[in-house]
Nanobody, 126 residues
């Protein structure tokens, strides 16, 4: 069982930056691949980024490539999402998710994940 808590959301102007954090409970955090997704009301949850348990492989959604990066610190049981050059269309609730035994392109699918945080709101003003 993994408990996930996101933080770092808030209001930022377009062009600004935010860093989201996802703190995980449990001693086996390093065995989980982690993902970030986002959702706006009335739309499906959208893949943002994912990182393998080892941190060696990362994946980014097309809409955030070259602007966002994902990283993890297994010693701190935390995964990060660094968001730069933010745009109004990045406004959403951002969710952290965890899964084991899933690899590669399957990490972009929300249904692949077993555990989810409650989300943190990111609002980008124009």
């Amino acid at each position: 069982q993994v408990h996930l808590v996101e933080s770092g959301g808030g209001l930022v102007q377009a062009g600004g930056s935010l860093r989201l954090s996802c703190a995980a409970s449990g001693r086996t955090f390093s065995s989980y691949s982690m993902g970030w997704f986002r959702q706006v009301p009335g739309k499906e949850r959208e893949f943002v980024a994912a990182i393998r348990w080892s941190g060696v492989s990362t994946y980014l959604g097309d809409s955030v490539k070259d602007r966002f990066t994902i990283s993890r610190d297994n010693a701190k049981n935390t995964v990060y999402l660094q968001m730069n050059s933010l745009r109004p269309e990045d406004t959403a609730v951002y969710y952290c998710a965890a899964v084991t035994g899933v690899y590669g392109s399957n990490l972009v699918h929300s249904h692949s994940y077993d555990y989810w945080g409650r989300g943190t709101q990111v609002t980008v003003s124009s």
